[in-house]
């Protein structure tokens, strides 16, 4: 049974940091791409950060500059770094594994940025 566990979510005040950690357990990880995406309350779920089995990275225009994903093939694990956090931040935050037509979520994490 594919499992993806998230976590390092949380409460942080405006202009804080925090980092988000995905495992992955029975897949082949080196293979997959791996990503982070976010649902805010009353929004659509959206792609954060995506990194590839080569390394490559994307980020969406209203991270880029403040979040950094990277991946650790030894551990299976995924993570994304975020820096100066506003409210606009606060979210569910899902990990994502896809690979040949085979897409796998986790169950989320909770980023509340707040005073």
């Known amino acids: 049974q594919v499992q993806l566990v998230e976590s390092g979510g949380g409460l942080v005040q405006p202009g804080g940091s925090l980092e988000l950690s995905c495992a992955a357990s029975?897949?082949?990880?080196?293979?997959?791409?791996m990503g982070w995406y976010r649902q805010a309350p009353g929004k659509q779920r959206h792609l954060v950060a995506v990194i590839t089995s080569a390394d490559s990275t994307n980020y969406a225009d209203s991270v880029k500059g403040r979040f950094t994903i990277s991946r650790d093939n030894a551990k299976n694990t995924v993570y994304l770094q975020m820096n100066s956090l506003s409210p606009e931040d606060t979210a569910v935050y899902y990990c994502?594994?896809?690979?040949?037509?085979?897409?796998?979520w986790g169950q989320g994490t909770q980023v509340t940025v707040s005073s």
């Open positions: 994502n594994a896809g690979w040949s037509g085979n897409n796998y």
């Open positions: 029975r897949i082949s990880f080196r293979l997959y791409t």
